[in-house]
């Protein structure tokens, strides 16, 4: 009986020793550290999320879609979870389109996280999962696509692996893009499976953006471009499509192409948007505005005649016109037709240097034209405080001075709507609400427009410097330039590399439409202007007219 008692007594004890260390360990876990314990709960069953917001569609004036996003996931794994990591490489490369052995690799890196894959589109992704890989997740993301792959690929830019616009519009819309991230509160049970979603904060989707670009135009631009890189082997080359009574940028076209899909396969250079982003001496498409000057002046008319030799000497310089001649005499439209270097540098110094460089500035030279798109260069002008006495003997024959194929264009087009200089632009809307644009001024009367722009029909006419252009049913206008670039190794004018341009509108005595192309250091076949870049233009204007119902004229 004493032995039960004892037994009893013992098994009394140690239930009340457990139930004190309970007691004891209540007190401990609820009292002294429950704040904390309750917080890691918390954390482990309700966790925060960013909702990423989705990025505004950029579109070309008719509603082509030219950028979208859709939805995609970022494919990562933990490497310490993984039991088989080759055989896990093996299902997986297939799927995420890399190397199996980048992916064993990543696999078997002694780390806790690694992605495999960054914006998988969502099929892909589904695959991905559906594997059933343990320590392999995917995170829902938007990734950005370029339905038409190449197409304004320059213009538009690209997106990065974090969502951030990286160039183009892409960078310098992207805080109006990108719209604003949402968050959520989702709380999961024991096994991490979501068992309710708060939405805190709703995502803000990028407005759109509708530009000025005709996807059509963009389309026959570039592949005008490619066919000029094919025959002439440039460095590079761009054109740009606009309406010159508005500013309207219709095709802004750069060669090489990149595939805004896939950007890093290209280089970093072919990745510039060389239509606002190169500088180059412009050459005769110049002389067009140093004749502007001079007839605004009234100092010439288009008939008044100049006495023009093969060369001229300007203090220490010697400049010759391109082929040799005996001296002639020529009108102002004849030196504008036949883009004598001679004649030119005769009119410039009729308006001499002060009245010269006033013009220059008055075309909107050496400051940015201000177009929405970034890496904009504002080219270069001289001082007049420090022009040499043989300035006035290279200026006004384009050399000297740097400019950008957007300033030129923009420049011409107040020569072809009137006199009127107005910002070009290419975002037409946002959100679907115009944009309001900055008003033009007014640089040279209409009645000097007239008479250059008639002038100019000279140089696509029998004896000018492009004659061979012709559209039927078209009157065309535009200048030629053919232009030496500097070699730097010896800071003198190169005999081999060359700037080749064409500056054009149509109809000629009512512009719609104006084209300016620039080719680069073409390499083979020629390097003038009017054999690489005018019959550029033509193509190019060819289709763009008719298609937009310009009238003949």
């Known amino acids: 009986m004493a032995a039960v008692q004892s037994r009893i007594g013992g098994i009394f004890g140690l239930f009340f020793l457990l139930l004190l260390l ?51 996931q970022d494919i990562s794994a933990d490497p310490y979870l993984l039991k088989d990591p080759l055989g896990a490489a093996q299902r997986l490369a297939p799927l995420i389109g890399v190397p199996q ?52 690929a320059q213009v538009l830019g690209m997106v990065g692996t974090e969502g951030k616009g990286l160039a183009g519009l892409e960078y310098s819309r992207d805080a109006l893009l990108r719209g604003h991230s949402g968050r959520r509160e989702v709380v999961s049970d024991a096994i991490g499976q979501p068992v309710s979603i708060t939405e805190v904060h709703p995502e803000v989707p990028g407005p759109s953006l509708s530009l000025t670009l005709d996807a059509n135009i963009q389309q026959r631009t570039e592949d005008v471009l490619g066919a000029v890189g094919r025959v002439f082997n440039p ?41 606002v982003g190169f500088a180059y001496e412009p050459g005769s498409t110049f002389k067009a505005f140093t004749v502007s000057g001079a007839l605004q002046q009234g100092l010439v008319s288009p008939s008044t005649a100049f006495n023009v030799p093969d ?8 400049i010759h016109d391109d082929t040799e001649h005996a001296e002639e005499t020529l ?20 308006e001499g240097a002060a009245g010269f460089n006033r013009w220059v500035h008055a075309f909107g030279f050496g400051a940015p034209t201000g177009i929405e798109l970034p890496g904009e260069e504002m080219g ?26 957007i300033q030129m264009a923009s420049a011409y087009s107040a020569i072809a709507n009137g006199g009127i200089l107005r910002p070009p632009y290419i975002v037409s809307s946002v959100g679907g609400r115009p944009r309001t644009r900055a008003a033009g001024h007014r640089v040279i009367s209409t009645a000097t427009s007239a008479a250059l722009r008639q002038m100019l029909e000279g140089v696509l006419a029998p004896g000018g410097t492009a004659s061979e252009v012709s559209i039927p049913g078209y009157q065309l206008a535009g200048k030629t330039g053919t232009a030496s670039k500097i070699d730097h190794a010896t800071g003198e004018y190169s005999k081999t590399a060359y700037v080749a341009s064409f500056i054009g509108f ?33 193509q190019i204007m060819s ?7 310009i009238p003949p004229g």
């Not at 740009?240 to 950007?263: R, Y």
Request: hydrophobic content about 45%.
């Open 101 to 152: 052995a980048s992916v064993l690799r990543k696999l078997s890196e002694r780390r806790g996280f690694v992605y495999l894959a960054r914006a998988l589109p969502a099929k892909a992704a589904q695959q991905v999962l559906a594997l059933k890989i343990p320590g392999i997740a995917g995170a829902q993301v938007m990734r950005r696509v370029y339905p038409r792959g190449t197409l304004a």
């Open 235 to 275: 460095k590079d080359a761009t054109a740009i499509v606009m309406d010159p009574g508005t500013g309207a940028v219709l095709a802004m076209a750069n060669w090489p192409q990149v595939n805004a899909n896939e950007p890093g396969t290209s280089a970093a250079a072919a990745i510039e948007n060389r239509a």
């Open 311 to 318: 060369l001229i000497h300007v203090a220490d310089r010697t």
């Open 22 to 72: 309970a007691a004891g360990r209540t007190l401990y876990l609820g009292v002294l550290h429950g704040a904390s314990l309750r917080q890691v709960a918390s954390n482990q069953q309700l966790t925060a999320e960013t909702v990423t917001a989705q990025r505004g569609t950029i579109s070309d004036r008719n509603g082509v879609d030219l950028a979208v996003s859709e939805p995609a």
């Open 506 to 538: 149509a109809p000629a005595s009512n512009p719609k439409l104006l084209c300016a192309v620039v080719v680069d250091e073409p390499q083979t076949g020629s390097i003038y202007g009017g054999r690489v870049a005018a019959p550029a233009f033509g």
């Open 331 to 350: 009108t102002t439209s004849q030196i504008l037709a036949r883009s004598s270097n001679v004649g030119a540098i005769k009119i410039g110094m009729v």
């Open 380 to 405: 270069v002008t001289l001082p007049l405080d420090r022009y040499s006495g043989s300035s006035m003997g290279n200026l006004p024959i384009g050399q000297g001075e740097l400019v950008t194929p």
């Open 543 to 549: 289709f763009a007219l008719p298609y937009l119902r």
